[in-house]
């Protein structure tokens, strides 16, 4: 005769809730295969959030760009659950996005695309909760109708376009936002002197 423990059932519903959490989550691997549309000014894109929202860490930036890479809506809100699980995200992103947009369901292919800024702590390195915010990017973005696009990380370090390698230092999380004008405002001409300026303003001036 032999003796045994049989698991709890609470044991086993953990093991079983730890094994689900884990495949809501995109590997970045992944993430690149699935076809994520580039943004063509990726800077622009995070200078403008940075400076709607001055998102701290744990603060989600979630933004609607039309086809010109517009932000049409943005949303943001502080990560509160203590798990990484992309089926909460999922959530927390489809409620913004309900609330701030109309759905695009009608529409047989999607013309607008959401991206994601996530500020947080730690270094560019992707992580679970990076992955996990990834995978509820993509599944609200079909729940709404809209395209899947740049997921975005914004540490001390600088921001990161996780997937594409693409980053920089500027801004980051400590730094101060740009003034919202400027950070979409058309270059400033250069400044000239002599006669050749004085021409010119004498003919803007008529």
């Known amino acids: 005769m032999t003796f045994g423990f049989a698991p709890s059932s609470a044991a086993s519903l953990s093991t079983s809730t730890s094994a689900t959490s884990a495949s ?3 590997e970045p691997a992944e993430w690149a295969a699935a076809g994520i549309p580039l943004l063509r000014n990726p800077r622009e894109v995070v200078s403008g959030l940075h400076s709607r929202h001055r998102p701290r860490p744990a603060t989600a930036v979630v933004a609607v760009l039309d086809p010109d890479e517009r932000v049409r809506a ?4 502080t990560r509160r659950q203590a798990s990484s699980d992309g089926w909460m ?4 992103l489809l409620a913004q996005l309900r609330r701030v947009i109309p759905h695009d369901l009608r529409l047989r292919t999607p013309v607008r695309t959401a991206v994601l800024l996530y500020c947080r702590e730690g270094d560019a390195r992707w992580t679970e909760e990076d992955g996990a915010w990834m995978w509820g990017l993509r599944d609200a973005c079909t729940l709404h109708g809209l395209r899947c696009g740049a997921y975005i990380t914004l540490t001390r370090d600088g921001w990161q376009v996780l997937g594409e390698g693409r980053g920089g ?3 980051h999380a400590d730094s101060t936002p740009e ?3 400027l950070s979409e405002a058309p270059p400033l001409l250069p400044r000239t002197g002599g006669a050749a300026s004085d021409v010119l303003r004498r003919a803007a001036a008529r």
Do not use: D, E, T
């Open 24 to 26: 809501r989550l995109l």
């Open 179 to 181: 003034p919202f004008a």
């Open 89 to 92: 995200f999922r959530n927390a």
């Open 169 to 171: 230092r500027r801004p």
């Open 74 to 77: 943005s949303a943001s809100f």
